[in-house]
């Protein structure tokens, strides 16, 4: 699967040299992550997708299980979404020039506070190109499977700049590609969106109260998921 990522990665680095607000791209990066699943044999369930606007931006914020997660959400969700990216990424031939020319956001966690400037300033660059910005608020994948408490982040950002949060939760990408794991397996992964919900004015102690409120809803999905 590796050299026909490095294939997709070339393409969609082409055609977004040409055109940064190009819809092949949108079209490549879904069928780049439609192969993972073809090769692996998995399934992907989606409900929800009334919810979602596809005239709108987002901040969409999920648990994070798998590096299977980040395909789940291209193929489930009915808009473009950016992701963040950690640095190290950017440094792989043709895949990280590739992240950088789509508009994937990149995160140097050693560079302390100036990291949410540079995540800011991609959120706003993203939403000009008329996308959504998915974000993983624990801030790692849940080797253990187990939810961590959600940063705040995401939840800043969509409200200083307006946006709706859109929740959804994700279960069975852990079986499909386990963390540190060198193996892909067939199995279902199901990706629930919920209701939007906005922030405009929101401000503080509501934001905390937001980030509270959306980690529990995913929660108590994805445990309700486990003991089905």
């Known amino acids: ?21 190009d819809p092949k791209i949108e079209s490549a990066l879904r069928s780049w992550a439609r192969m993972w699943f073809t090769v692996s044999g998995a399934s992907l369930r ?38 963040l990216a950690k640095k190290e990424l950017f440094r792989i031939p043709i895949f990280g020039s590739a992240l950088r020319a789509i508009g994937v956001v990149e995160v140097d966690r050693r560079a302390g506070g100036s990291v949410h400037a540079d995540i800011n300033r991609s959120a706003h660059l993203a939403v000009g190109y008329g996308r959504s910005l998915i974000i993983y608020p624990e801030g790692t994948r849940a080797r253990d499977g187990v939810m961590r408490p959600f940063k705040k982040g ?16 994700i279960t ?13 397996r067939p199995g279902v992964v ?28 995913i929660h108590n999905r994805v445990q309700s998921a486990a003991g089905s």
Request: no cysteine.
């Open 1 to 21: 699967m590796l050299p026909a990522t490095a294939v997709y990665a070339a393409v969609i680095w082409a055609i977004a040299a040409r055109r940064a607000d």
């Open 46 to 83: 989606v409900t929800g997708k009334e919810h979602v606007d596809p005239a709108r931006s987002y901040v969409i914020v999920s648990n994070h299980l798998s590096a299977f997660d980040i395909f789940s959400h291209f193929i489930a969700l009915p808009v473009p979404i950016r992701y």
């Open 154 to 169: 995401a939840f800043t950002i969509a409200s200083s700049m307006s946006l709706p949060v859109l929740p959804t939760a």
């Open 172 to 184: 069975g990408s852990r079986e499909v590609w386990n963390p540190g794991g060198k193996i892909v």
């Open 190 to 217: 199901h990706v629930e969106i919920f209701p939007p919900i906005e922030t405009a004015g929101m401000r503080g102690e509501q934001v905390d109260a937001l980030r509270d409120r959306v980690h529990s809803l």
